[in-house]
């Protein structure tokens, strides 16, 4: 673990130290850059607490002939959720998934968008047909 702290910690401050040296980076790249990093940094700590600390608590206790206080099916169910919760940070924290999963929501309701702006998946004068007919021969 210090291994993924103390790497971790160089690569935020080289990836930092080379965006503010560097001129032709857009806005648009950093602020992607810095939103690839913070998700990077949550899927680092979604193992660690999922799977290694119930696994290190597990193999802890024993050899400390402790009795452990609890069941330890947890451990089972935490290291199950972690394929189901590893790619939520990437969904939530990158801007252009969130956006997406929100109009995926509101399609799903079934609720329009409450702006009447074009969505930004489109290009601004495309016509989507509403019903698609396909004739087999």
Known sequence: MFSVF???ARCYWEIRKKIS????????????QSQLFHALVVQTFIPL???YIPI???F???MAMWELPFKTSFVGYTIALYPAIDPLPNMLII?????ALIEWFYWCIGRAKTSHSP???SA??????????????
């Open 60 to 62: 802890f206790f024993p």
């Open 6 to 8: 103390y790497f971790g």
């Open 124 to 137: 601004p004068n495309s016509t989507v047909p509403r019903r698609i007919s396909v004739s087999v021969l």
């Open 95 to 99: 801007k252009y998934y969130r956006n």
């Open 119 to 121: 969505s930004m998946y």
């Open 56 to 58: 290190g608590i597990l």
């Open 49 to 51: 607490v999922l799977m």
């Open 21 to 32: 040296q560097s001129s032709t980076v857009s806005i648009t790249t950093k602020n992607l």
